[in-house]
C-alpha cells in the first residue's frame, strides 16, 4: 500500500497536528516504509476468523447509580491554560 | 413537475438518571459551571469509563417500547471528532451493535394511523456546553457525560405535520416509560432532522440535507416545511440541492449553511476498549418488559372505547403520563356509567386552568375524588356550571374541599318552587316590556328575564328551573 | 552497609530489627541519586518532599512495603504532582487525582520516590530517546540505551538509585529495559492491575508492571499492586493469590515450551548462547523442556503497529491545549489553529508518526484492511498461546533479541527499533503475564534477560520458575559499576 504526501496532509489534518514541509517529507516515506512491512499481514486468510477488541472474557461491567462526589471547581481546572471565572476558554468557535 | 418530501429524524434525549453514563458526577441542571465534573467525565488522562446499569436498563426500556430487537450481544465504540466540548476528542458512542434495533413506532398523523420504522437506539455520552463570546468561547463540562439515547428513524416520514406527530408519540413513549423529562427547554429532549426531495413517485431517494438548532417540535415541523419550500423552488429553476447541514433560525424563520461543518467528516470508529461487551440476555428483557406501562397510543384507543371521548379529546390528555393517569382516576371514580359529564370537566375547565397556569392539568393537584365531588354537585343540580368554575379556581388556590367552599359562599342553586315563583313574580311585574315582547314572539326576552331572576337571587336560583317557570307562566297569561 | 544497595524484603526484615530507619533509607537513595543520576538520567526531576505516609507506617508493621520508596514512571498519575508523560504537550500537568496502583502503594505503607522516572514519550519507543528531557543510559555501559520505553525505572533499580519502580508495559515496555539494565521486571496479566490512573498509550495492551532488583521483591511489589479495581472496567475480579508461596525454589516437573519461532535471523548470537544456557540450567533443575510452535509469531509486530498505533492515535486526541497541558500561544488564532499548532508543536516525532499512522489505519477505506484485519491476526495470535497452554506449563523465550543498543544507533530508522520489540509484543496481544530476569552478560558486558511466559493470571509459574532460576545463578546479585 502506498501512501503519498496527499494522504499524509489529510490525516495529519484529521489528528489536527500541523506539519512543517520537511515532516511532512521524511513522515511519509517513514509511513510507506513501516505500511509496507504491515502489509505483510495480507498473506493471511482471515476470512472466517472473529475479531479480539477485548483480550478478556468478561462482560456486563456496570456500575450503580450512585451519585459520588465531584472534584471542587478550582481543582478541576487548576491546569487550565486560560479560565474565565469558573468556565475553560478557547479560541472563538465559528458555527 | 411535483415532488414529495422523505424526511427522517434523529431524537435524542436525556435519560433521567441520577449520576453521568460513565462516572459518578451528578446529572443534575442549571449547577455552577464545571462544578459537576470529575477526571473521567473531564476526560482527564489516565481516567477511566464504567457504564451506569441504569443508563443501559433505561436504553432497553425505550427499545422494547419502540418494539425494537434488542441486542444480544451490544457495545460501545469511540466516535473521534475534534470539538472543544467533547474533552477527549471521541465520544464515547455506539456504532454497528447498538442496543436496539429494527422497530417501530405506530402513531396518528391527520387523522391516519401511520407506522413509522425506527432503524435503532443507541446509548452515548453528551458533550457540554459552549458559550460563545465575542472574542472567545467558554466551555462548561457540567452536561459532558449525561447518558443520551439516541433514536433514529427511517426516512419514510411524508410530511412536516407527520413528524411533528411522530415527536409528540415518540416524546409521550419516552415520559410514559419514566426515563427522561424531555424538556426541550432544558435541552434533555433534541431533534435533527434529514430531509430530501424526490418527484412524486419515484424511488430513489434525492440529496439529503440535514436540519439543525430546532427548539421546538414546531421549530421542527417550520424548519422542514421552509426547506420543502425552499428545494422544491431549486429544483424546479433546475438547480441541485447541496447535501449540507443547514441551521433553524427562529427568528427570521429560515435554513442557512453552517459552513464550518462542510468537509466530509471521518469520525474514525472504533471498539472502545475501556469498556468490555454487554450480554443482554432474555431473562433480563423479560423482567424490563414487565415494568413497561401501558403506552400512550393504547391508552388513547382505549379512552376513545371506554370512556367515549373524542379523538381530539382523548388527545389533550393522553400525551402527559400524569395528566392521562389523573385523568383515568377521575373518570374511575366518578359513579356514574356515563362518563360524558367528568370528561366534560376535565378537558373543558381543568384544562383551560391548567393552561392559564401553564402546567399539565394533574399538577393543579386537585384531588380526583374532590373533583368528582364538585362534579356531582353541578349533576345534582345543586350549583351552577358558573359557580361550579368559581369553585374548583379556589380548590386548585387554596386546595379547600368542594363542599366546604360551596358551604361557605352559599352556592347551592334554589330550587324549589315556592321561593322562586316569588320571585319571578317581581321580574315579571318589574319587566312588563320584555315579558310582552316574549308572549310576542321575541324569544331572546326570556333569557334577559332569566337574567333578571339570577340578579335577584345573587345567582343561586337554578337556571334551568327558571327558565321552565317562566315559560310556563308567560304561555298561560 | 550501602542502605539503598538492598532489596525491599531485606529493608523490612531490617526494619523490623530496628537496624535502620525509613529516614535512613530515603537519605541514602537520595545520596546515591545525587551522585550518580547526572550519567544516567533515571529521574526527570527531582524533589526533596518525601510523599509517604511515613507516620502511619512507624506505627504500622503490618503495612506489606512500609517505608520502602518507590519510583514511579512518568505516565502514572500522582495527585498534586507533575505527570507529564515526558511529552512537552503535558507540561507541568498535575493530576487531581491519584492512580489506583498509587493509592495502593500509599495504603501498603510505600512512598513515592522521585517525580518521576524517565521514558519514551507517551510510552512510544523502545529506547528512552524519545523523551523530551533526553534520553536513559545504560548504567552498565553509558553508551548504551536503558531500554524502553520505561527505560528510567529499569535503569534507576539497576544503578541503585530505587528500590523499586513502576512501569508500564503496552508491547515490552517493562520486560524489555529490565532486560537491558540486568533487572527483573514484569508485565501482569491484562486485568490483574488496574489501569485506573495510567495515561493511556493502548488501552487494549496498556498494565503497569513492577521492577525489582530480585524475583521475592518482584512479587512482593506485584502482590500490592494487583486486585480488582471497580475504576477499571477492563480489571477482573478474581482473587490474588500469595505470591510468595511460589517462591520454593523447586520447579521439578515443571513444563516448560521453547517456541521455535522465537530462535531466528536477526537474533544476536551471543543472546542465542545464553539463553540455550538457560534453558539447560532450568532442565538441570528438574523442569522439562519441548520444542513448541507459535506460528502467528512474525505478525506480532504488524498486528501490534496496527492496534497499539490506532488506539494510541484516539488516547492523545485529548491532549489539545484546552484543558491542561500546554497550548500553543503566539498571535491571534482560530480554533482549528491551536489544535493543529498546539499538537504540532508540542508532540514529538515519535508520537507525530504514531498517531499518524493510527489515524491512518481507522480512517475511512482503510478499517477493514488494516485495523480490522489486525484484530483478526490478534485472535490467531491468542489462540497459539491457548493451544500451547494446553500442555505446557510456561513459555521461555529471550527477551530481546540484542542486548542493549547504541544510543543513536536506531532512532533514525523507526522500523528497525520496532522490531526490538518481536519477543515481548506478543504477550501484550494475547493478554497473559510475562516476566524478565537477568540471565547473564555478553562479553562487553551487557546484561542478557530471559522471558518467561504463562497462562493468563498465573503469575505464580512466573514467580515460581524465575525464583528458581534466580536462586541457582548469581546474575542478580551482579551490580555496574557508576
Known amino acids: 500500500m502506498a501512501i503519498d504526501k496527499q494522504t499524509v496532509k489529510y490525516i495529519a489534518h484529521l489528528a489536527r497536528i500541523e506539519l512543517e514541509p520537511s515532516e511532512l517529507e521524511k513522515l511519509s516515506l517513514q509511513l510507506q516504509d513501516i505500511l509496507g512491512f504491515i502489509d505483510k499481514l495480507k498473506k493471511i486468510e ?50 | 413537475m411535483e415532488y414529495e418530501p422523505i424526511i427522517g429524524l434523529e431524537v435524542h434525549v436525556h435519560l433521567k438518571t441520577k449520576t453521568k453514563a460513565f462516572c459518578g458526577c451528578s446529572t443534575e441542571f442549571g449547577k ?126 411524508s410530511s412536516p405535520q407527520e413528524a411533528y406527530e411522530y415527536l409528540v408519540f415518540l416524546k409521550s413513549v419516552v415520559e410514559y416509560l419514566g426515563v427522561s423529562d424531555c424538556d426541550m427547554e432544558k435541552g434533555s429532549l433534541r431533534c435533527d432532522a434529514n430531509i430530501s426531495l424526490r418527484e412524486e413517485g419515484a424511488c430513489g431517494l434525492g440529496v439529503k440535507t440535514e436540519l439543525k438548532n430546532m427548539n421546538s417540535f414546531r421549530a421542527v415541523r417550520e424548519a422542514l416545511a421552509f426547506e420543502i419550500t425552499r428545494q422544491t423552488e431549486l429544483l424546479i429553476q433546475g438547480k441541485t440541492i447541496a447535501q449540507e447541514t443547514r441551521l433553524w433560525d427562529e427568528k427570521s424563520g429560515a435554513t442557512s449553511s453552517m459552513r464550518s461543518k462542510e468537509e466530509a467528516q471521518d469520525y474514525r470508529y472504533f471498539p472502545e476498549p475501556d469498556l468490555p461487551p454487554f450480554i443482554i440476555t432474555q431473562g433480563q ?148 316590556k320584555s315579558a310582552l315582547d316574549y308572549k310576542q314572539g321575541k324569544t331572546g326576552a326570556l333569557m334577559f328575564l332569566v337574567g333578571q331572576v339570577m340578579k335577584k337571587s345573587q345567582g343561586k336560583a337554578n337556571p334551568k328551573i327558571i327558565q321552565e317557570l317562566l315559560k310556563r307562566r308567560l304561555a298561560d297569561a | 552497609m550501602e542502605i539503598n544497595k538492598l532489596t525491599a524484603y531485606e529493608l523490612i526484615k531490617k526494619q523490623n530489627a530496628g537496624e535502620v530507619t525509613s529516614q535512613e533509607i530515603i537519605d541514602s537513595l537520595k545520596k546515591r541519586t545525587e551522585d550518580v543520576d547526572s550519567k544516567v538520567k533515571a529521574y526527570v526531576r527531582f524533589s526533596d518532599k518525601s510523599f509517604s505516609n511515613l507516620q502511619l507506617t512507624t506505627y504500622n508493621l503490618q503495612l506489606p512495603l512500609r517505608s520502602i520508596p518507590v519510583s514511579i514512571k512518568d505516565n502514572i498519575c ?167 508461596k511460589a517462591l520454593t525454589n523447586e520447579i521439578k516437573g515443571v513444563k516448560i515450551g521453547v517456541p521455535q519461532e522465537y530462535f531466528i535471523q536477526g537474533m544476536d548470537a551471543e543472546v542465542k548462547d545464553i539463553i540455550e544456557e538457560a534453558i539447560n540450567k532450568l532442565k538441570g533443575l528438574g523442569a522439562s523442556a519441548g520444542q513448541i510452535s507459535l506460528a502467528h509469531t512474525e505478525y506480532a509486530v504488524p498486528v501490534y503497529y496496527i492496534i497499539a498505533t490506532a488506539e494510541a492515535s484516539s488516547n492523545l486526541a485529548r491532549f489539545d491545549g484546552v484543558q491542561y497541558g500546554y497550548r500553543y500561544r503566539a498571535g491571534s488564532q482560530s480554533l482549528i489553529d491551536m489544535y493543529n499548532k498546539t499538537r504540532g508543536d508540542a508532540f514529538g516525532d515519535e508520537a507525530k508518526r504514531r498517531i499518524i499512522l493510527g489515524t491512518f489505519v ?23 498461546f491457548d493451544a500451547v497452554f494446553k500442555d505446557f506449563d510456561c513459555i521461555v523465550t529471550p527477551t530481546s533479541p540484542t542486548p542493549a543498543f547504541k544510543i543513536k544507533e536506531k532512532i533514525a530508522d523507526p522500523l528497525k527499533m520496532y522490531l526490538s520489540d518481536i519477543y515481548t509484543i506478543s504477550a501484550n496481544l494475547a493478554g497473559i503475564p510475562a516476566i524478565s530476569l537477568p540471565c547473564g552478560f555478553t562479553k562487553k558486558g551487557l546484561p542478557v534477560g530471559l522471558q518467561i511466559l504463562a497462562r493468563p493470571f498465573h503469575e505464580e509459574m512466573l514467580f515460581k520458575v524465575a525464583y528458581a532460576y534466580e536462586q541457582n545463578t548469581p546474575w542478580h546479585k551482579m551490580k555496574p559499576e557508576l
Open chain 2, 285 to 432: 428483557i423479560d423482567g424490563i418488559k414487565k415494568s413497561i406501562p401501558e403506552l400512550p397510543r393504547e391508552k388513547l384507543r382505549r379512552f376513545i372505547r371506554d370512556y367515549g371521548l373524542s379523538e381530539y379529546d382523548a388527545r389533550i390528555i393522553v400525551f402527559s403520563k400524569k395528566d392521562a393517569d389523573y385523568a383515568e382516576n377521575c373518570l374511575e371514580i366518578f359513579p356514574e356509567k356515563n362518563k360524558k359529564p367528568i370528561a366534560n370537566w376535565l378537558i373543558g375547565p381543568l384544562v383551560s386552568e391548567a393552561n392559564t397556569r401553564h402546567c399539565g392539568i394533574a399538577d393543579l393537584n386537585v384531588p380526583a375524588g374532590e373533583l368528582v365531588e364538585l362534579v356531582k354537585f353541578v349533576q345534582r343540580d345543586e350549583i351552577s356550571n358558573l359557580s361550579a368554575k368559581l369553585v374548583l379556581a379556589e380548590m386548585i388556590d387554596t386546595g379547600k374541599k368542594a363542599a366546604d367552599i360551596i358551604k361557605a359562599k352559599n352556592l347551592i342553586q334554589i330550587s324549589d318552587t315556592a321561593s322562586l315563583e316569588k320571585i319571578l313574580d317581581e321580574v315579571v311585574r318589574e319587566n312588563s
Open chain 3, 78 to 244: 500522582t495527585e498534586g504532582l507533575n505527570t507529564e508523560c515526558c511529552s512537552k504537550i503535558l507540561q507541568g500537568f498535575k493530576p487531581p487525582y491519584d492512580a489506583t496502583v498509587i493509592r495502593k502503594l500509599k495504603e501498603a505503607g510505600a512512598s513515592i520516590f522521585g517525580l518521576k522516572t524517565n521514558m519514551d514519550e507517551f510510552a512510544f519507543g523502545s529506547s528512552t530517546e524519545n523523551s523530551c528531557f533526553g534520553p536513559t543510559r545504560n548504567p552498565w555501559n553509558l553508551e548504551c540505551v536503558a531500554g524502553g520505553s520505561s527505560g528510567g525505572s529499569a535503569a534507576a533499580v539497576a544503578a541503585d538509585e530505587a528500590i523499586l519502580a513502576l512501569g508500564s508495559d503496552t508491547g515490552g515496555s517493562i520486560r524489555q529495559p529490565a532486560s537491558f539494565c540486568g533487572v527483573v521486571g514484569l508485565k501482569p496479566t491484562y486485568g490483574r492491575v488496574s489501569r485506573y490512573g495510567l495515561i493511556a498509550f493502548a488501552s487494549s495492551l496498556d498494565q503497569i508492571g513492577p521492577f525489582a532488583k530480585d524475583v521475592r521483591d518482584c512479587a512482593l511489589l506485584t502482590q500490592v499492586i494487583s486486585g480488582y479495581d471497580p475504576n477499571d472496567s477492563a480489571s477482573v475480579e478474581a482473587e490474588v493469590p500469595d505470591y510468595t
Open chain 1, 46 to 95: 482471515v476470512k472466517d476468523i472473529s475479531p479480539t477488541s477485548h483480550i478478556l472474557a468478561i462482560s456486563n461491567v456496570l456500575r450503580e447509580d450512585k451519585p459520588k462526589e465531584s472534584l471542587p471547581i478550582d481543582k478541576a481546572m487548576e491546569n487550565a491554560p486560560q479560565r474565565q471565572g469558573n468556565f475553560f476558554v478557547v479560541p472563538k468557535v465559528i458555527e
Open chain 3, 362 to 384: 481507522l480512517s475511512h477505506g482503510y478499517y477493514d484492511a488494516y485495523y480490522l484485519r489486525a484484530l483478526k491476526v490478534r485472535t490467531l495470535i491468542k489462540q497459539d
Open chain 2, 32 to 157: 455552577e459551571p464545571n462544578s459537576q465534573t470529575c477526571p473521567v467525565c473531564l476526560g482527564f488522562p489516565g481516567s477511566l469509563p464504567v457504564l451506569n446499569q441504569v443508563a443501559l436498563g433505561y436504553a432497553i426500556k425505550v427499545g422494547l417500547a419502540l418494539n425494537c430487537r434488542v441486542q444480544e450481544y451490544t457495545k460501545f465504540d469511540r466516535k473521534n471528532y475534534f470539538y472543544p466540548d467533547l474533552p477527549k476528542n471521541y465520544q464515547i458512542s455506539q456504532y454497528d451493535l447498538p442496543v436496539a434495533k429494527d422497530g417501530f413506532l405506530d402513531i396518528d398523523a391527520q387523522d391516519k394511523a401511520r407506522r413509522i420504522n425506527i432503524r435503532r437506539v443507541h446509548l452515548e455520552e453528551d458533550a457540554g456546553k459552549l458559550i460563545h463570546k465575542q472574542d472567545c468561547s467558554l466551555v462548561d463540562f457540567n452536561r459532558t457525560g449525561i447518558p443520551l439515547l439516541e433514536i433514529v428513524s427511517e426516512p419514510e416520514i
